[in-house]
């Protein structure tokens, strides 16, 4: 089998390589992939929201499936596009990605059944928002309505930084079209977790619990990030609540979208708020997390194109999982000043002894190579994975690695894991 991956993360690399351990792949390709996909997979220089040209290249090779990393392809339609013209491809259509891609649609469709989540209100008319800020309790989560790259979350501590978040998301339109529409939220407390699931649109067939770090600094301070790191499993998920999330959470919200004239077919991600044994959706993501990819399928046994194959032909219900029990860890180096800008073609040094730290792998995000160098090519740049018997011995590996990495202004947190060791 021929099968072409689209995006250029860490996700991306950690889907590369678990395609690569499957028999039934004969040749991979990435568009447009970075300097360690490069190592499994041909690069294809083309931008992943080109969905025509993506399409003719998948003619042209004779690919058999297309997998899409990133929510922005999905949100503008790439499925519907592969699929009209009779190419397989996996990840929800472009009205099913509006779970991640609006999120009034999301919040609305939330209440409509029921579905555990904060209260919101949803306003177009920037006005009408402020005026609603009279009535509310402080803080409150101001939230750009469309895809802002994580970054149109706005947590408002009192009245004037919500005014001031909604001129920047409405008046100013720092997220552009984004803010057209914004969601104004109660404040969830609690711990965060990330639920990631294949639906077939029928059947959901959940990953292990995992737990990302989206604030850059140790102790969760500071703005937040696409994600400084992740494990799996959280232990904040315990079996009675994993039943409970699937039960009120994710079935619903499948069943709920085919309800809606939007079945969804792909990775059905949500970010929960846990709270004295109850669960409430933060978010939907249409697509697998990043880095929560990264040691969850280093997680997965099975093979990867046989779960994908039968949730593109709703057989899901005749999977199981293979999941290795050991738990694994991903650090995320980054570019220092990363989320606010940074340098790029640093060179990256100790890869290749990074590499040889047993139970780790290093998946590549922002990453380019120059002649026989690998150099920075983004915020993030590294995600340093490790499998190994029990947490501790996950985190000390692959610390081990990333310390054996260097380059200049290299940053990463340190404390990776620690919310898991304090539970467990
Ligand atoms: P979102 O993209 O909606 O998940 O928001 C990004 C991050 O903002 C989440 O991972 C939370 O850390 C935080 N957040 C979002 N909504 C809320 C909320 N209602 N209460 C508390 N924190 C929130
Ligand atoms: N790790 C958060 C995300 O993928 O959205």
Redesign the pocket.
């Known amino acids: 089998m021929k099968i072409l991956i689209i995006g250029s993360g860490g996700r991306e690399h950690a889907l590369a390589w678990s395609f690569a351990r499957s028999p039934k792949v004969s040749k991979l390709y990435c568009a447009p992939g970075n300097a360690g996909i490069a190592a499994l997979a041909t690069p294809v220089p083309i931008d992943p929201n080109d969905s025509p040209a993506l399409a003719a290249f998948a003619r042209a090779e004779g690919i058999d499936l297309t997998v899409v990393g990133p929510e922005a392809p999905l949100s503008r339609g790439i499925v519907d596009h592969f699929s009209a013209e009779g190419l397989r491809i996996f990840g929800p259509s472009r009205g099913a990605a509006a779970l991640e891609g609006s ?1 009034v649609f999301m919040k609305d469709l939330l209440r409509k059944y029921r579905i555990p989540s ?1 209260a919101y209100a949803a306003f177009s008319q920037r006005e009408k928002a402020v005026a609603h800020l009279a009535g509310c309790s402080f803080p409150v ?1 101001v ?1 750009a309505d469309g895809l802002a790259a ?1 970054k ?2 706005i ?1 408002a501590a009192e009245r004037a930084e919500a005014v001031a978040a909604l001129d920047l998301i409405m008046a100013d339109r720092a997220f552009g079209e984004a803010g057209s529409q914004v969601v104004i ?5 609690g711990e ?1 977790a990330s639920f990631i699931a294949f639906t077939d649109g029928k059947t959901v067939l959940p990953l292990p619990s995992s737990q990302d770090h ?1 604030a850059v600094y140790e102790g969760d301070r500071g703005p ?1 990030t696409g994600g400084m790191g992740a494990y799996s499993p959280a232990p904040v998920l315990t079996p009675e609540l994993e039943a409970q999330v699937m039960a009120n959470i994710m079935y619903p919200t499948v069943a709920a979208m085919a309800a809606e004239g939007r079945p969804f077919q792909g990775m059905l991600y949500a ?1 929960l ?1 846990i709270e004295n044994g109850a669960a409430k959706v ?2 939907f993501n249409c697509r697998f997390g990043d880095p929560e990819a990264q040691p969850l399928l280093m997680r997965l046994r099975s093979d990867l194109v046989d779960v994908i194959e039968a949730a593109i032909d709703q057989r899901l219900d005749r999977i199981n999982l293979e999941i290795d029990p050991r738990p694994a860890v991903c650090v995320v180096m980054a570019s220092g000043g990363y989320p606010g800008s940074y340098a790029t073609g640093q060179e990256i040094k100790g890869l290749r002894e990074a590499a040889l730290v047993p139970g780790v792998e290093i998946f590549h995000a922002g990453t380019r190579r120059e002649n026989d160098r690998v150099v920075t090519a983004g915020g993030r740049v590294l995600g340093v994975t490790a499998l190994a018997d029990d947490l501790p011995a996950a985190i000390d590996q692959a610390y081990r690695a990333v310390e054996l990495i260097s380059w200049d202004g290299c940053y990463y947190r340190r404390d990776i894991g620690q919310k898991a060791l304090r539970r467990g």
């Open positions: 999120k904060a989560v939230k994580g149109g979350v947590i939220e109660e404040f969830l407390t965060e989206k937040n970010g708020m933060l978010e």
